[in-house]
């Protein structure tokens, strides 16, 4: 019982202190929408153009694929085929990052529901280890392990809310760790891979990981991208 009190109480004041943080950090309402002043128009058009070109190539030519990640995931579980989790995107507007579903259907509420799983949620950067979290079906893991649940983020970038190369998009409890170089990191569109997937990815976690993103983002160049 008396585990269970001090659990409770660690984790209501780690919570507090989270929200602390948060209600310092600069909110996304503050950033100025419209493309960096750093970005030429030749980068602007150059970069939207290569993301519609090769977006949309890309899901024409992964469609049989991705028909056949959905007959999976119907077969195994109920649900719906897509999850789209609300991220943060360029300016601080939020948008629904589409992936293929890779959990139970009401994995949402389980995490919430659970207070060690979602312990782990916030001590490991916001995402539950792949070989710890319960909620995930057989075909999502192949599916995580493969990074093929991302496909449909083609679909995002085809709408504008994300670019191919770019930070990743986070979800707003990851924003104060940006500080006050927030308005920086919103500044840009989130892209489906950048320099922290390049560099390590999950092997880099915060705060170096904000480091790495903004160094991306500082660095951005149409060739740069390409490469």
């Known amino acids: 019982m008396s585990l269970g009190v001090a659990h409770k109480v660690s984790e209501r004041t780690a919570t507090a202190q989270r929200r602390a943080i948060a ?10 929408a419209g493309e960096s002043s750093r970005d030429s128009l030749g980068y602007v058009i150059g970069k939207r153009a290569l993301d519609l070109l090769v977006a949309t190539t890309a899901v024409i030519l992964t469609s ?5 990640i959905a007959i999976a995931i119907r077969l195994e579980s109920r649900g719906s085929v897509l999850f789209g989790h609300v991220r943060l995107g360029k300016s601080g507007k939020a948008f629904r990052c589409m992936k293929f579903r890779t959990m139970r259907a009401g994995a949402q509420e389980e995490l919430l529901a659970n207070p060690i799983l979602k312990r782990r949620y916030v001590e490991n950067d916001y995402k539950v280890p792949l070989e710890e979290d319960p909620r995930i079906t057989r075909v999502g893991h192949f599916l995580r392990r493969s990074s093929l649940d991302e496909l449909p983020q083609l679909f995002n970038v085809i709408a504008g809310s994300m ?4 930070p990743r998009p986070i979800v707003d409890e990851e924003l104060h760790w940006y500080g006050d170089r927030a308005d920086l990191f919103l500044s840009v569109r989130p892209g489906i891979t950048g320099v922290w997937q390049v560099q390590g990815r999950s092997r880099i976690g915060y705060p170096n990981r904000t480091e790495v993103e903004l160094e991306g983002i500082k660095e951005r160049a149409f060739w740069r991208d390409l490469r």
């Open 163 to 166: 670019s191919l190369v770019g």
């Open 64 to 68: 049989p694929v991705m028909a056949a």
């Open 23 to 32: 209600r310092q950090t600069p909110r996304p309402e503050n950033v100025v």
